[in-house]
Structure formats: structure tokens, C-alpha cells
């Protein structure tokens, strides 16, 4: 399939807020990619397909979950916005027949990041922070940051959703703890 499915796809199963997210993220994905020396086609498919299953009600998200043999951690169970990155990459995957391992798991990561996160997998996660529909305290923070190093935007952007989650005394991904203190660790 190529781009212009893939935004029919979308359009189909997004409300017009969303959509225009997707864009949004694909576009900044495109030139983060440009910017940091990543494969652009690819920066461009994940952030128009990483939202895919956000607007699916709940249910039907846990529902096609179980359709599809996916087992959730204690934590996941907890985290129903996780959900819809899970969900995304086998979505594409089965349904949309995306192969590509690299697209499939920039999706998959996309709420969380990872430890070890490829340049795709930072390219995804930091334009979906600073995608131009954006507006949140510390936008303009983070699209500096991702101005000036990748490195830095991941600090920022890993660094904001860790407060934010304690702040609300909500559970953390494992993983989000792991991107973190390599990140840290790394950049001490
Ligand atoms: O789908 P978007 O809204 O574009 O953005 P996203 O996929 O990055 O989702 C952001 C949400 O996910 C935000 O409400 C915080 C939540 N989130 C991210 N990491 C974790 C998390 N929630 C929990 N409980 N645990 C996490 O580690
Ligand atoms: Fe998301
Ligand atoms: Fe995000
Ligand atoms: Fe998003």
C-alpha cells in the first residue's frame, strides 16, 4: 500500500482532530528525518499510521486486542492510553500489511519509547511531541530541544511524561523507566 491508503485508512477510523494529529506528525517525522539523517519514507508511514486505533472506543480496542492474541502486563491492563500503540502496530500489520519491522515497532513504541530506541523509534516519539497541532506547557521547550539534538529532545520529552504520570500518581511502563535512565545515563 502506499502513503495515500494509508491516509484513507486513517480518515476512516479517526475523527477530524486526529487526522490532522496524524499529518501533523508526519510531516515533523519527515523533517526530523531530513534533519537527523533517517529514512524519510518510513518517518512518513509511521507518523501517519501511529494513531491509527486512538479513536476506537475502549472496548472495541480490548476487544480486538484479545482477537489478536495480545497479552497485556499488569501494567498495560492499568494504562488503557497504551493500548492504542499496541494495538496500532498489529493492526498494520495484519490488516493493512505493513511488514516493515522498523515502521511496526517505531509504532509500537511510540507512547513509551524503549531501551535502546532506534533513530525511527526517537524520529516518532519526538514528533509526536512537537507536531504543529501541539499546544501544551513546554512545547516551545521541546521543539527547541529538538532543534538542537535528538538526545536532548528525548530528555525533554521522557523527562515531561515521567513527571506528569507521578504527578497524577498514575502507573509507569516499564519500558518508559528503561528510555529514561538509559537516556539519563548516557547523557550525564
Ligand atoms: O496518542 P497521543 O496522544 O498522540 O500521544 P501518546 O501516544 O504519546 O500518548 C500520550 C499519553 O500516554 C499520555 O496521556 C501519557 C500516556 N503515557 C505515556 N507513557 C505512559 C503513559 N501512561 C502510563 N500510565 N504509563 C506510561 O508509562
Ligand atoms: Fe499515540
Ligand atoms: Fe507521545
Ligand atoms: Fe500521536
Known sequence: MNLESYKSAIRGL???KRYEHSVCVARAAVSLA?????DEKKAETAGILHDIMKDLPQEEQK????QYGIRLTDV????????HAILASEYIRRE??????EILQAVRYH????KNMTLLDKILFIADFISDDRDYPGVDK???AAKNSLEQAMIEGIVFTVKDLADARRPIHPDTIAVYNQTI???L
Do not use: I, S
Not at 63 to 66: G, K
Not at 76 to 83: M, Q
Not at 96 to 101: C, H, I, W
Open 76 to 83: 498495560e491492563k492499568n494504562a488503557p492510553k497504551l493500548w
Open 111 to 114: 507512547t513509551t519509547g524503549r
Open 185 to 187: 545515563l548516557q547523557n
Open 34 to 38: 531530513q534533519k537527523y539523517g533517517a
Open 96 to 101: 493493512l500489511g505493513v511488514t516493515d519491522p
Open 63 to 66: 476487544e480486538r486486542m484479545r
Open 142 to 144: 521541546l521543539r527547541q
Open 14 to 16: 479517526l475523527g477530524d
